[in-house]
């Protein structure tokens, strides 16, 4: 949740409510923050509120929700003394992020209500940063689709089934706060990805498994000595004796060759 090297966690706080397992929570992240919790407990779907989060920015809200099942799936479910779902469901789910970027520090909610028929409205949503102090130096509130407050004069209008930030962007007081959260990585890397032979690819961006490695290697390679660098510095402090990690080709494949001591 890196928003520069000097600073490398711009996401410093995490809100849910009723999201997939989690019925509430409020959880502060540092430089490095552990997820400890036997399986089951929720790890996984804290994440991937924030995986939630950058996906709806980068397509639509929809198509992230479709993605896990539709809005039914992503609230919480809530279940009585035997296990089985109970009557009282909650109809929404909420994530609200608290953020703090170069010049700015602020907070980004929103709240997702289910309809009949599998359907699904944005109940609320708001934006606010400042420099220091109070969260007044930009804002927007918008409630059902329609814009009730802001800090600029000239917003663009609202819907219900698509994030306001996609739009407030265009106005400059927004569009770090969507270019940060648009840019979320997050990665579950498989070690089967990675050990077998890949398709060679541009490597721009890793994929979530891993399984494109060798071809962002090929990029770093070429246009990132410095990151290169500081990557093998990395490998050789988990494995002492590595110098060097190469991608070999194999036919129409590549794969990782490593040198070691």
Not at 2 to 28: H, Q
Not at 65 to 82: D, H, N, P, Q
Not at 88 to 112: C, D, H, K, W
Request: with cysteine; charged share 25%.
């Amino acid at each position: 949740l890196g928003a520069n090297m000097t600073d490398p966690v711009f996401v410093k706080r995490v809100v849910l409510s009723n999201f997939r397992s989690i019925k509430e929570c409020s959880v502060g992240l540092g430089p490095l923050t552990f997820l400890v919790g036997p399986n089951g407990s929720g790890k996984s779907n804290f994440v991937d509120a924030l995986r939630l989060v950058a996906e709806a920015l980068q397509t639509s809200l929809d198509q992230a929700l479709r993605m896990r099942g539709g809005v039914g799936e992503v609230r919480r479910r809530s279940f009585g003394k035997e296990g089985k779902k109970g009557k009282g469901r909650p109809t929404n789910f909420g994530v609200r992020l608290e953020f703090q970027l170069e010049n700015m520090i602020g907070s980004y909610a929103f709240a997702v209500g289910a309809k009949p028929n599998g359907a699904y409205e944005i109940q609320k949503e708001e934006c606010r940063w400042s420099e220091t102090g109070p969260l007044d130096k930009a804002w927007y509130r918008v409630e059902n689709g329609e814009v009730k407050d802001s800090s600029e004069a000239a917003m663009p209008v609202a819907s219900v089934d698509q994030l306001y930030l996609i739009r407030a962007s265009g106005a400059p007081v927004f569009r770090p706060v969507f270019d940060a959260f648009s840019r979320m990585g997050f990665y579950n890397l498989n070690p089967d990805a990675i050990r077998e032979l890949q398709t060679p690819a541009p490597g721009e961006v890793l994929r979530r498994d891993g399984g494109n490695l060798s071809s962002v290697l090929a990029l770093m390679g070429k246009h990132g000595q410095e990151a290169r660098k500081r990557m093998l510095e990395f490998l050789g402090s988990v494995v002492p004796g590595i110098t060097d990690v190469s991608v070999r080709r194999l036919g129409k494949k590549e794969t990782l060759e490593f040198l070691q001591e």
